[in-house]
């Protein structure tokens, strides 16, 4: 139980922070950096060495026609869930929240999923985040614990809301832990602080982390499959490496985080950081996670949704020229739901009823 950013194949893209140089895993210092004015991005580049992770100068765009975004129409406010006669709850998704506690609670509220006072009001409706839920924006501990919370009262009311993890939620925690000490990371040395604070990290989260909260990411599940939909953070096959089915992914990640070994939990959130992989003639990808899973759809986060389209504004939303996100972006014909709708760069947190309808 959310939900990525994009030039040239350049074989080693380092930022040095604190002494160390750190691959820019995914993008630039800051918010998710847009192309400058005037460049395009290039092909995917296949020639790049073992163990790289692609930085925002690598990122393509695409421009293709057998892509749409789904708009959804917004729910009145305080509306509460519909409930099923028999049977379990409706089911509904969370793209990457990223800290931004304010826009959670009012996208909640919108589908009826907690009332006015941000207690659960949707009975035995099934919610799933999918993950991100710290780093770049204001209150990701609090998020964190509204999570925690929704988790609870969900199950009390006969429904639930669980979590899968999320890339940041691995670098959070590998910042925890290891802070300076140097790990290999394929394309220079790297340290999980210093990619931390590259990618957003936050130093209010970091004061306010607690044990509790370190538990419960350690324990969250990377791969579900729910009523034919498979969910997962990263729209990458990366995840193959680590199971050929969900308990073994679930178990693997976590045997991972248990041996507490720094350059393999390196190892792990860099292939979790992993995107694209559905784009262009992706549905080949898409078919061998649904193959080895189960499900008939891949639902994900991580690449916000106008850097699928290879179409972004202005970061602060002023003079914004990229698409206005709605709704989740159905593409790889038909067979992918991209549920980040940038929260990050002045998009749209999205909540989103499964299944779609397209």
Not at 18 to 36: I, K, L, N, Q
Not at 71 to 99: I, M, Q, R, W, Y
Not at 277 to 292: H, I, P
Not at 318 to 326: A, C, F, N, R, Y
């Amino acid at each position: 139980m959310t939900q990525g950013a994009g030039l040239g194949p350049e074989a080693e893209r380092t930022a040095t922070l604190r002494d160390f140089r750190v691959p820019a895993y995914v993008h630039e210092t800051g918010p998710y950096a847009s192309t400058p004015p005037g460049d395009t991005a290039p092909p995917v580049d296949d020639s790049y060495p073992e163990g790289y992770t692609p930085t925002r100068r690598d990122l393509p765009v695409i421009n293709r026609g057998d892509t749409m975004q789904v708009p959804v129409d917004p729910a009145p406010a305080a509306v509460s869930a519909p409930e099923p006669e028999n049977g379990p709850g409706p089911l509904f998704v969370v793209g990457d929240v990223h800290g931004y506690l304010d826009e959670l609670m009012a996208a909640l509220r919108e589908k009826g999923l907690i009332d006015a006072a941000g207690q659960w009001s949707a009975g035995t409706a099934r919610l799933w985040f999918l993950g991100d839920f710290t780093d770049r924006g204001p209150d990701g501990i609090g998020v964190i614990d509204l999570v925690m919370r929704l988790s609870a009262e969900a199950a009390a009311a006969g429904g639930y809301c669980k979590a899968l993890m999320g890339n940041h939620e691995l670098l959070l925690l590998g910042a925890k832990r290891f802070g300076d000490t140097p790990v290999n990371s394929g394309a220079g040395t790297a340290t999980f602080q210093a990619a931390w604070l590259l990618n957003g990290g936050q130093k209010t989260d970091m004061d306010r982390l607690q044990d509790h909260h370190l538990q419960w990411m350690a324990r969250l599940d990377a791969v579900e499959e729910v009523d034919g939909h498979l969910l997962l953070h990263s729209d990458t096959t990366a995840y193959l490496d680590y199971g050929d089915s969900i308990e073994a992914v679930n178990d693997t990640v976590r045997e991972t985080l248990t041996r507490n070994d720094a350059d393999e939990c390196w190892d792990l959130f860099r292939k979790f950081t992993k995107r694209f992989a559905f784009r262009d003639e992706g549905t080949d990808a898409v078919r061998s996670l649904l193959d080895t899973y189960g499900g008939t759809r891949v639902v994900h986060g991580h690449s916000p949704i106008p850097y699928l389209l290879g179409e972004v504004g202005s970061e602060d939303g002023e003079d914004s020229t990229g698409p206005v996100v709605e709704g989740p972006h159905v593409y790889a014909e038909g067979l992918a739901i991209a549920m980040d709708g940038g929260v990050t760069m002045a998009g749209k947190l999205l909540v989103q009823q499964l299944p779609l309808d397209i």
